[in-house]
């Protein structure tokens, strides 16, 4: 997803702002810590299908506003239009959060690896890349691994991947042959967004179009990327967020002001946001096609896994505290929460047994890994 607020007078400051950093070491509230220490293994693994946790040294992600944590922190309600309306608050980011206390999957994996390389800090102005209009030069030093970009679609993919894997091979504190390295790839709401529209859906959104440009940035990370377990995370019916929110008068006057703009489907009619949403879940169903034909492979480099997490989610079943205010669309620091113990928890579980929903009254434990417990990759 993507916003514009504010949006060509404050570019030439997105693109130049410096970013706050904040560095810490790990959380001491961490939830797990109540959980067992792992011991050492007696000797590393050899193949990403017999990974424990503590065996991943780098994490790093692609995806959209999402992954890029736009909004997350949210701002006071009513205050007027300020650079804190495009703020990326990458530190709280569900899969690539790296700020001290967040509850998000690279805090929760560094519980296990005190040296993990690659979580993202802090928060930013909003760098934007959407479709053909992808400006160069964006990323920050504290965005490090994460190289979502708000506004993404499955077309951007191959631009973030290449930020990635250079900063994968520069990165002093990565042995870029031998570490183990976990990429989670969440894409396609942008994409399902405008799949609405008169032959978009069909054509150049089409389910078939999607499957080939993932494919083909698998292909890229596997012949590229040693020793990578790539996560794909499949898409939610975004239309949940009208249900969740068009009755509410905060959220109809701030769409009403033109100052944001998310969804272009989403809000416009009953019909098109189901045509949207039966997009996102053919591009799921695509998603589950491609991990079957890694799995057959068995290659000790490289493996793909989807987490269905979000397939069946109930949106407005939330409520609005899960929302951020910025834009009552993109999640709040409360959802990426739980994202990341859902996505936590489905690691470590077969295809057949993963959560394909969650939602924030879910009485879901922190799970504690055991010495036998592994990265499930079937």
Known sequence: MYLRCLLLAFLPLALGASPQEYFGEPSRTSPLAACPPLPPRASPPDSVYDLRVDDIK???????????GLGAKGIVRGDPPSFENTMEDRGVSFSMGGDPAALTLPNLIQHYRRDLVGASTG?????????????????RPSDNMNAAQSGAMTSNLEYELTYL??????????????????ITIFIGNNDACFGCEPFSGHTYLSPELFEMAIRALLEKIRFNVPRAVVNLMMG?????????THDDPYCSKLRNSGL??????AFLSPILRTLMDTLIQSYNDRLASIMKSYQNRQDPGFAVIVDPLLKNIRIQDWTLEHLSNVDCFHPAVQAHEVLAKGVWYNLFRSSEDKLNVVAPDDELPIWCPTNESRIMMT
């Open 58 to 68: 780098v994490i790093a992600a692609l995806g959209d506003s999402i992954t890029a």
């Open 123 to 139: 928060s930013h102005l909003a760098e934007i890349c959407y479709g053909p209009w992808c400006p160069p030069f964006q990323y």
């Open 165 to 182: 894997i250079t900063r994968l091979r520069t990165d002093q504190a990565v042995d870029f042959e031998n570490d183990f390295k976990l």
């Open 236 to 244: 939610f019916n975004v239309s949940q967020v009208w249900d969740l």
């Open 260 to 265: 944001v703009f998310e969804c272009t489907c």
